[in-house]
Structures are given as C-alpha cells and as structure tokens.
T-cell receptor, first 116, second 112 residues
Framework: GAVVSQHPSWVICKSGTSVKIECRSLDFQATTMFWYRQFPKQSLMLMATSNEGSKATYEQGVEKDKFLINHASLTLSTLTVTSAHPEDSSFYIC????????????FGPGTRLTVL | GQQLNQSPQSMFIQEGEDVSMNCTSSSIFNTWLWYKQDPGEGPVLLIALYKAGELTSNGRLTAQFGITRKDSFLNISASIPSDVGIYFCAGQLIQGAQKLVFGQGTRLTINP
C-alpha cells in the first residue's frame, strides 16, 4: 500500500514552453502533497507544500508564478513549470502523506525534466 | 534555514564490510528519518526515529536518534551489492507541520 506515482517519468521540452507533472496517490487519500527538486548529485530541496483545495505554500526562493501547483483532489497534485528554461532542468519528486494514522511521506519515483 | 550536515559524502567499501554514516544539525528535530535513493528513483524510507536516544534496527540496518535531538547515525552491517545507492538523513521539525529537511547524502559504492 501507500503507492505514489508520477507522470511522466521523463520529459524533454524546448525553452519557453510549459510542462505539467502529475503526482497521484494510488491507494490512499493524500491530505498533503509535497514537491521537491533535486539537482544532479545534490539533495532534495522542498519547493512547496500543498493541501487539497487550498493554495500551495512555497518555500523561500521558489517562484510561485513559475512553478504552479494545483491540488484539486485528494489523489492528484500537479506541478506546472511555466516558461521553462535550461536552468529548470532537474529531477522533480513529489511525496504524499495521509496513508494510515502516521504522517510518513511516501515518495513518487520522480520526473526527469530536461529543457533544451 | 535549517541544515543537516551529513557525512561522509561518499564511501567506497568492500562487500561484507560494515558502514557508518551520520548527520548533525544545529536545530532540534522531532523526528529523524533515513532514506535510500537508487539512481533515477524517489527515496525509500529505511528507518524512522521518534524519540531522543532511540535505537532502531531494520534487518542489517541500525539507526539511533541522538539524545540531544540534533544528530543521528545509520549503520549497515555486512554490506551487500544491493546496498549501493545514496543514503539521505532527513529531519522533521517540531514546528512546521510535516516538512522535511534533507542532508546532503552519502553515496555508497561497494566493490565485490
């Protein structure tokens, strides 16, 4: 149980285009979802926290107008990278809590974004 | 912001050897977690520690939550090839619901 999926697993896009990444909790209702970014050989950095039906809370230094987060249901959150540039190329990982009584975060498999 | 200092950054060992890595912080954490990440995948939880001084084992893995709540270590005994990967510590703050702060990671390489 407690499976989180992401789609797509990888995406290549041209500079200036927008890319949408989906994060789904497959067998539980996720009260909270988190979005992380991981650059090569670096750690996971939290970008934002989102609760279903409310606006996401962004970490300091993360542009909310560039990284649009929608958490429209208890099983789906989306991250849209708007007007992507090569420096946005990274590994984007989501996690979700809400399975059982603990607040353990279950992580998705990640999405590799490459902006040309 | 809060930071976790994880060491060593990388380890090169022989199969069968024991491994030890640790994390320290200037901040107090409510929970310490240890994750393993394989290339191109998300992290997977190995061990969670909830009480200061707690020592918890999961198979060949043992982790301890420091008594000051500012540090933790992870030991892996009798390493095997599938232990290869990147290990991250993560701390959950007392304030700030559920947010995790990750260490820089320890990259483990095993020579057969």
């Amino acid at each position: 149980g407690a499976v989180v999926s992401q789609h797509p697993s990888w995406v290549i896009c041209k500079s200036g285009t927008s890319v949408k990444i989906e994060c789904r909790s497959l067998d539980f209702q996720a009260t909270t979802m988190f979005w992380y970014r991981q650059f090569p050989k670096q750690s996971l950095m939290l970008m934002a926290t989102s609760n279903e039906g409310s606006k996401a809370t962004y970490e300091q230094g993360v542009e909310k107008d560039k990284f649009l987060i929608n958490h429209a249901s208890l099983t789906l959150s989306t991250l849209t990278v708007t007007s992507a540039h090569p420096e946005d190329s990274s590994f984007y990982i989501c996690s979700a809590t809400g399975a059982g009584s603990s607040d353990e975060q279950f992580f998705g498999p990640g999405t590799r974004l490459t902006v040309l | 912001g809060q930071q976790l200092n994880q060491s060593p950054q990388s380890m090169f060992i022989q199969e069968g050897e024991d491994v030890s890595m640790n994390c320290t912080s200037s901040s107090i954490f409510n929970t310490w977690l240890w994750y393993k990440q394989d290339p191109g995948e998300g992290p997977v939880l190995l061990i969670a520690l909830y009480k200061a001084g707690e020592l918890t084992s999961n198979g060949r893995l043992t982790a301890q939550f420091g008594i000051t709540r500012k540090d933790s270590f992870l030991n892996i005994s009798a390493s095997i090839p599938s232990d290869v990967g990147i290990y991250f510590c993560a701390g959950q703050l007392i304030q700030g619901a559920q947010k995790l702060v990750f260490g820089q990671g320890t990259r483990l390489t095993i020579n057969p």
